[in-house]
């Protein structure tokens, strides 16, 4: 009996031995919470991977848009005097830094026309204004670009439109301007679908 209990209390000792040497060891597999190595997979921040910095590629104004390019789509609780283009010629896609760049043209029922080249940020739900047309059939640059929330006012509403359900379409498998142009063209059951006029 007594051999026994020298037997159980050895082995006790090596078995707590065993558990401190796998909790002091630096893997963040073994650390437990509360060490410094400790990562809980729900946290937003985790020390073992490299941040990753998010850069925008650099963005050449295209031509200004010639009415045969132009590829109309429709606006949810449209104004009635408006009608909505993307000129098919500027819109690209640039994988590197994920947004969709392209000139909109908006349409009075008087002929008058607002012009703008435009980016959009799917991730974050952003745009920013490159270019702004003069009247002149020219580009000008404003003086700040900043990036913006995309907003679904009544005039501005054609770009949470463009969102929701053409440049950031998640059922969309790699996104590219061809894809976003046919879907412009001929994904018509959709929109409708969706409370467009």
Avoid at 28 to 49: E, L, Q, R
Wanted: proline content about 4%; charged content about 25%.
């Amino acid at each position: 009996m007594k051999f026994f209990s020298i037997c159980l209390v050895t082995v006790m000792v090596l078995a707590g031995s065993t558990m401190a040497t796998a909790a002091d060891s630096s893997s963040p597999m073994t650390a437990n919470k509360g060490d410094s190595n400790f990562y809980n997979p729900h946290d937003s921040f985790n020390p073992n991977v490299e941040d990753y910095v998010w850069k925008e590629q650099k963005t050449e104004i295209p031509p200004f848009p010639e009415d045969e390019n132009l590829v109309e789509f429709q606006v949810t609780r449209p104004n009635a005097s408006f009608s909505y283009f993307v000129d098919a010629n500027s819109l690209s896609y640039t994988k590197a830094d994920g947004i969709v760049r392209y000139t909109v043209v908006i349409k009075s029922k008087t002929g008058a026309k607002n012009v703008a080249f435009e980016g959009m940020r799917c991730s974050t739900k952003e745009f920013k204004t490159y270019a702004f047309g003069n009247g002149k059939g020219k580009f000008v640059k404003p003086r700040k670009y900043e990036w913006k929330s995309i907003m679904a006012n009544n005039y501005t509403r054609y770009r949470k439109d463009l969102s929701d359900y053409y440049f950031c379409d998640i059922h969309m498998l790699d996104l590219s301007a061809e894809k976003i142009l046919t879907e412009m063209r001929y994904g018509k059951t959709k929109v409708l679908e969706a409370g467009f006029r």
